[in-house]
């Protein structure tokens, strides 16, 4: 059984930073993919930013110059480092892997972390 388990959310001010961590644990062969994605009351789930095993980058343009996502394959954790944070980066951050636990790799998601950007 595979978890991925995210921390580092919280209550910022605008223009601060936070860092969010989530990792992956349980019968692990390989990790492929990890990514965020953020999803604001009444709106739709929608990427932030993912990385491949081999490092390969893609964030959304909304969050492009102020968030970097970045793994540490050692210890299979993806973290996203968010600065200059605005009012509208206000979500539930979600974590999200394709995770290789047997036969075929299954794509799992971790339990949601608040980030709330407010005065």
């Known amino acids: 059984q595979v978890q991925l388990v995210e921390s580092g959310g919280g209550l910022v001010q605008p223009g601060g930073s936070l860092r969010l961590s989530c990792a992956a644990s349980g019968s692990i062969f390989s990790i492929y993919a990890m990514g965020w994605y953020r999803q604001a009351p009444g709106k739709q789930r929608e990427l932030v930013a993912t990385?491949?095993?081999?490092?390969?980058?893609n964030y959304a343009d909304s969050v492009k110059g102020r968030f970097t996502i970045s793994r540490d394959n050692a210890k299979n954790t993806v973290y996203l480092q968010m600065n200059s944070l605005k009012p509208e980066d206000t979500a539930v951050y979600y974590c999200?892997?394709?995770?290789?636990?047997?036969?075929?790799?299954?794509?799992?998601w971790g339990q949601g972390t608040q980030v709330t950007v407010s005065s």
């Open positions: 999200n892997a394709d995770i290789l636990t047997g036969w075929q790799p299954y794509n799992y």
């Open positions: 990385i491949t095993s081999s490092g390969s980058l």
